[in-house]
């Protein structure tokens, strides 16, 4: 409702402004249906339109007073000075009149023959009257310094000539040029003043200039977006807080926007250019003005490059000031002139802001900075100089404030990554499920039909990362709000801003957090989990920043979002450093092994270790089933191969010197659990007897031992139908000498001499022949 009243205030502000341009400029015989308008208006809209006709009248009765005052105060100093004059002579007539009377009566009583003689002295007298009338212009000329100027060559050529006669006219005449230099020496001295006023106490004209152009720009700004929306909803909101602005000011400072309306400040209100207008005007009566041109200019200059300090109002006091001089003076700076200064120090000004804005690490802090240069440029630009420059400048810093946001944002994302739990989200009803994905687009139909209390797959920190994404954009956005460009490239810079958040930022910091050493299998499980649905959510990002700008996604220069690579490349690194992380894990368990290598029989049973381990694989995989199906079944499978590789290291580690028949039975009870591990599917979705391959190189050697079968061995060998087509003859006869004993106790060997000397020499022969293959591949290879 607010907002409908600031929007209806601002229409009837509007409309009388045009009623007033309507009164202003129509025949006074078309204002009649004009003032109708403003009754057949709203209620009360009549008084409204009063207070602004009094306002407008009195702005107009204000310039009527600057224009007299500035064209009639030398007519008005001029009369007022001939008054004093025109006194003194009343003074002097009465005066000598009253003295000439009073001695001829007496003389006249006395002496009747002074007759003639008195009358030829009142004669005289009268002629004298008459030659002071015409010496009054000249003393009124001489003693009004700076009107005298304006007819110094009339007092020359007309009024002396007349009285030219007389000695003080001479003496007049002769210290004219004196005049002329003491003149110029106090119109000089009002000017040097002038300058020093303008350096040191006029900062109010940058400000106040620079508030118009931030009042102007900002009404021109809500009337755009009020039209543009049709008055339904502001251009964009963030976490649901709503700006109308009018004039730079919120809707509870109407009343005080209304009051500053009636008031319009200009430079010529806030400082008296008179000393400057006096001083041209004298230098171009006496012939000189190119002297005073020059030395105005140069003190300027010399101004502009050791006054002006890295502050805009400062800048724009300067050219304010220029930009009046330039206009009222008609010649006294010319428009190159203004133009060099200006370049000179916008140069200064921008390597300045430059440099202070490159270490600038609070976004807020740029922001603001821009918000002033924007408002700067609006200012000098009203007065119609270039500021193409100070654009360019901010797109530097619009570079510099979006890495300000991406250092704040890594921040907020490690937080975000530090207290999640890595745990699905539990929703215990209808409002906690509705509260998730108000925050978060997620849909899935199956997770829907569950009854409550349900889990979510996704963990705490997604919803937090995809608001966090959004907030990021929305910062991204102010920057971009002011600098005059059209929505399809603030489309752009924002897709471009969100692009680096996620291919940087975020990537980095998934990329950190996976390598942590905290992280186990169950928080990478998790990740993925999150990056899949983070993923998805990269469309309804898209659709957010399309909402703010009104830009089509299929405009042919839209810039995609990365998001699609960004959570792959995370997920594919969490992936692998789940499979490094599930071999570590069976290698801590591996570590743990305490076989008896030179027991006489087994236990009958598998050992410990292994069984813990082969728990600990199947608890795993259970929490793998969240997975995507290829990820678990190759993390299934990489286990496996990794397990079968660790155990026939163990058995073919060239420190271990000695393996009785007794260990190898044991060892091959525990590659059976192995086996029956693999073939109780833990994880679903392999083919046949798949994961029972990673063991196959494994099963044939200790099949070969345990059964005897050299003979099938060794005549298959090289057969493609081979039983013991995986095992290596380089393999076996490193487990073959590592079952003979060097002290001939308990060789096994030494059981066949015993019982069956035709099978030693057999044996014999395996090794022969073994040693020979293992040559022959040498040589072959």
């Known amino acids: 409702m607010e907002i409908l009243l600031d929007f209806v205030a601002s229409n009837i502000i509007t409309e009388h402004e045009r009623i007033l341009q309507e009164i202003e400029s129509t025949d006074t015989a078309c204002v009649g249906p004009t003032l109708r308008s403003v009754y057949d208006d709203q209620p009360n809209a009549h008084k409204r339109f009063m207070e602004k006709l009094d306002a407008r009248i ?13 064209h009639h105060q ?26 000439f009377y009073t001695t001829k009566s007496t003389e006249v009583t006395a002496q009747t023959e002074e007759v003639i003689r008195c009358r030829i002295q009142q004669r005289n007298m009268t002629t004298t009257v008459e030659k002071l009338q015409l010496c009054i212009p ?8 700076y009107a005298a100027l304006k007819t110094m060559e009339q007092l020359e050529n007309i009024y002396i000539p007349r009285v030219s006669q007389y000695r003080f006219c001479q003496i007049m005449a002769e210290t004219l040029p ?13 000017l040097k003043d002038f300058l020093e006023s303008i350096r040191k106490h006029s900062d109010k004209i940058g400000e106040t200039a620079m508030r118009q152009a931030q009042q102007h720009r900002t009404f021109i700004s809500a009337v755009q977006k009020q039209a543009s929306l049709g008055c339904a909803k502001p251009l964009y909101s963030l976490n649901g807080r709503t700006t109308l602005q009018h004039n730079g000011l919120v809707a509870g400072d109407a009343a005080e926007e209304e009051e500053a309306d009636d ?46 300090q890295p502050h805009p109002a400062h800048f724009c006091r300067f050219f304010v000031v220029e930009d009046h001089i330039l206009h009222a003076t008609q010649g006294l700076v010319t428009r190159a002139f203004t133009d060099e200064l200006w370049n000179m120090a916008l140069s200064k000004i921008i390597a300045v802001l430059r440099t202070h804005s490159s270490y600038c690490n609070d976004p807020d802090l740029v922001l603001e900075l821009k918000n002033l240069i924007v408002i700067f440029a609006d200012t000098l630009q009203g007065y119609g100089f270039s500021v193409n420059r100070l654009f ?4 530097e810093i619009r570079d510099q404030y979006n890495e300000t946001l991406l250092k704040k944002w890594a921040l907020v994302f490690r937080e975000i990554f530090e207290q999640d739990n890595y745990s699905p989200i539990p929703v215990e009803n209808e409002e906690e499920y509705k509260s998730v994905v108000s925050r978060f687009p997620f849909h899935d139909a199956e997770i829907e039909k569950q009854p409550f209390p349900k889990k979510l797959p996704m963990s705490q920190s997604v919803p937090q990362i995809y608001i966090q994404v959004k907030e990021f954009i929305y910062a991204s956005l102010k920057f971009s709000e002011s600098l005059h460009r059209s929505s399809t490239e603030i489309d752009d810079m924002l897709r471009k801003s969100a692009n680096l958040l996620l291919t940087r930022t975020l990537s980095g910091c998934l990329q950190n957090l996976i390598k942590k050493p905290h992280i186990g299998l169950t928080e990478l499980v998790q990740i993925i989990i999150n990056t899949t649905h983070l993923e998805q959510a990269c469309k309804y990002l898209e659709d957010f920043i399309t909402n703010i700008t009104n830009v089509s996604p299929e405009t042919i220069h839209t810039t995609r979002l990365y998001g699609l690579s960004t959570f792959k490349d995370a997920r594919h690194a ?24 030179g027991m006489a029989e087994s236990d009958g049973r598998a050992s410990g270790y292994l069984m813990d381990l082969i728990n600990f694989l199947r608890s795993t995989f259970q929490v793998f089933t969240h997975l995507p199906g290829k990820v678990a079944q190759t993390a299934c499978m990489s286990a496996c191969k990794h397990l079968a590789t660790s155990l026939m290291q163990m058995l073919l580690d060239t420190e271990l010197k000695q393996i009785s028949m007794g260990a190898i039975q044991q060892f091959n009870l525990d590659v059976i659990q192995c086996e029956l591990f693999a073939s109780s599917e833990p994880v679903p979705g392999f083919q046949g007897d798949t994961l029972q391959l990673a063991f196959i190189d494994l099963r044939q050697l200790l099949d070969l031992f345990m059964v005897w079968d050299w003979s099938t ?28 004993d060097t002290s001939k106790k308990n060789n096994i060997f030494s059981q066949f001499r015993k019982n069956d000397r035709d099978k030693q020499k057999l044996i014999e022969t395996v090794v022969k022949q073994l040693r020979s293959l293992v040559n022959g591949m040498s040589q072959h290879s």
């Not at 450093?577 to 305490?594: C, R």
Request: charged share 30%; net charge negative.
């Open 74 to 99: 030398g007519f008005v100093d001029a009369i007022t000075e001939l008054l004093k004059v025109r006194a003194d002579a009343e003074k002097l007539m009465v005066s000598t009149s009253v003295d």
């Open 58 to 70: 009195r702005n107009h009765d204000r310039e009527i007073e600057k224009m007299c005052n500035f």
């Open 178 to 190: 004196k005049l002329r230099e003491e003149i110029k020496e106090i119109s000089m001295s009002d």
């Open 138 to 145: 000249v003393f009124i000329l001489h003693t009004r310094y």
């Open 713 to 740: 061995y060794l005549a298959d060998y090289g057969q493609p139908t081979s039983k013991y087509l995986r095992v290596n003859p380089s393999t076996a006869l490193a487990l073959l000498e590592k079952m003979k």
């Open 392 to 395: 360019d400048l901010l797109f």
């Open 263 to 308: 008031e319009v400040l200009t430079a010529q209100d806030l400082v008296d250019f008179s000393p400057v207008y006096r001083c041209l005007h004298i230098y171009t009566i006496l012939g000189d003005r190119e002297t005073f041109e020059n030395y105005y200019r140069k003190q300027r200059k010399k101004q502009a490059r050791l006054v002006l």
């Open 574 to 597: 969490a992936e692998g450093e789940i499979y490094t992380k599930l071999n570590q894990k069976i290698d801590e368990f591996i570590q743990l092994a305490d076989y008896e290598w």
